[in-house]
């Protein structure tokens, strides 16, 4: 059963990650400043926000903490992994699993969706949520 909605959702994050991934400016910005100002955007549904991008095994089954120790309810079935500077998902209960078999993201405006879960990891280089 496919709705009109999740289309629209699946076309929205579609697009969303084709303006990270053809950014030009992501690319230049990490190239320009040599050292790693990488950052770690997680988008769940309509929320927004900075994840802390350090080694290790997380989830969304719960509350997701950002930056700024403020606690976003995820309640997604997604496991991923951080580790050194890459991102992967290894478990999700989406059925076309799409975003399990990406391969880990390491680059400026790479992204990882979940398109069913309306869920996407974004590896931001330019400061892109600067206004919160
Ligand atoms: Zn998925």
Redesign the pocket.
């Known amino acids: 059963m496919v709705r009109v909605i999740n289309i629209a959702v699946i076309l929205f994050f579609f697009i969303i990650s084709i303006i990270f991934i053809f950014n030009p400016f992501s690319y230049k910005s990490s190239q320009e400043n040599g050292t790693s100002n990488k950052k770690l955007i997680l988008v769940v549904e309509q929320d927004t926000f900075y994840i802390p991008f350090k080694d290790g095994e997380f989830n969304l089954y719960s509350n997701v903490v950002d930056i700024n120790g403020k606690k976003h309810p995820a309640y997604k079935s997604i496991d991923y992994i951080i580790k050194d500077e890459t991102v992967s998902?290894t478990h999700?209960d989406?059925a076309?699993?799409?975003?399990?078999n990406t391969p880990a993201i390491s680059k400026c405006g790479d992204a990882i969706v979940?398109?069913?879960?309306k869920v996407a990891f974004i590896i931001d280089c330019k400061d892109t949520l600067k206004a919160e």
Do not use: F
């Open positions: 998902v999700s989406c076309n699993q799409i975003c399990v979940c398109a069913p879960n």
